[in-house]
């Protein structure tokens, strides 16, 4: 017999979970009331500010992480200390590797961050069982895989301005989608010197790049990193 999910206002679920922007987005979204309720037992929900490492490239892994609110950027350090930008994850990503022993990339909060944190065991007890939340963290590898493919295709052909054309539309995108205006305007949660790495160009490109598309009014620039698109399909047409 199939369980039924109940409401999110149903007293039977956690009192956090009622409350929870990310509630049915992510792999909260696939579990029923009972799992919430079981896997709460054990959940911890934290707050981080910018610049704060989550996780470090070759750490043990004890818990994975929901991200509730913000951008963490997933990165890789050469042992001579040279780092890249490998990826950036939003809500309601799942952060960590499933079933692996050790992280693969460092993970630093890009912004103000709001996480779920989930114990390693209890994670994977849930996926071992089969069912939606297997399903559901499969097509978020499956996803992330995607787009990694789709970066790099931007970072080996496209040129300086789809490079940053692409970049902004991928925040624009991505970020915080519970909130109303999410497409519209947001604050960089990169650094200009962070957008570079990440886009493999010089910081005076990617500055000279917004300006250009400030002054096509594609965008709007207020104080330096609070961004406004004016015209999402002509910045999704940018992108090449």
Known sequence: MQTVRKDIHNSDLPILCQSCEARHQGICGAMTSEQLLSISRHTRRVRREPGQEIMADAMPIASYANVLKGVVKLSKVLEDGRQQLVGLQFAPDLLGRPFATES???????????????????????????????????????????????????????????????????????????????????????????????????????????SKLKADKVIEIANYRHVTIVDLAQLRFRCG
């Open 104 to 210: 693969r990339v460092t993970a630093e909060t890009a912004s103000d961050v709001e996480l779920c944190l989930i114990p390693k065991p209890a994670l994977e007890a849930l996926m071992a069982a089969g069912g939606p939340v297997e399903h559901r963290i499969m097509m978020q590898a499956l996803r992330e895989l995607d787009e990694a493919r789709d970066w790099m295709v931007t970072l080996g052909r496209k040129t300086a301005s789809e490079k940053v054309a692409s970049f902004l539309y991928l925040i624009a995108t991505h970020i915080d989608p519970t909130e109303d205006d999410a497409l519209a305007t947001f604050d960089l949660p990169l650094s200009r010197a962070d957008i570079a790495d990440f886009l493999g160009l010089t910081i005076e490109t990617v500055s000279r790049q917004m």
